[in-house]
């Protein structure tokens, strides 16, 4: 069974950087669509980026374009996430997610509905 463990999450002040990684275990990434999806208090889960299982298509968030960058690499069964210029209104539980599926563009299944595996979550705060 597929398992995955965020990690990376952290406090950071406005305009700072973070990577965040998801290793999997229990299976490989190969063939699964992965996502990062966030939610922060009193909000609902929302997504933020999705990326294909050959990695070919990626799919961003509107808020977050050209700020984060989605990659993945199977050989280590790991997918990341690079956010950069990080502002106040990104802190939220940061998820990774996953769902098996070989369809080459990725932006119809990067909902939160569409992923049955998921992380337990790591916390982005960015605060000065």
């Known amino acids: 069974q597929l398992q995955l463990v965020e990690s990376g999450g952290g406090l950071v002040q406005p305009g700072g950087s973070l990577r965040l990684s998801c290793p999997a275990s229990?299976?490989?990434?190969?063939?699964?669509?992965v996502g990062w999806f966030r939610q922060a208090p009193g909000k609902v889960r929302e997504r933020v980026s999705c990326?294909?299982?050959?990695?070919?298509?990626?799919h961003y968030a509107n808020f977050v374009k050209g700020r984060f960058a989605i990659s993945r690499d199977n050989a280590k069964n790991m997918v990341h996430l690079q956010m950069n210029s990080l502002k106040p209104e990104d802190t939220a539980v940061y998820y990774c997610?996953?769902?098996?599926?070989?369809?080459?563009?990725?932006?119809?299944?990067?909902?939160?509905?569409?992923?049955?595996?998921w992380g337990q979550g790591t916390q982005v705060t960015v605060s000065s």
């Open positions: 997610a996953a769902t098996f599926s070989g369809f080459p563009i990725v932006h119809p299944m990067c909902v939160v509905s569409a992923f049955g595996s």
């Open positions: 229990g299976s490989t990434l190969d063939g699964f669509v």
């Open positions: 990326i294909s299982s050959s990695g070919g298509s990626t």
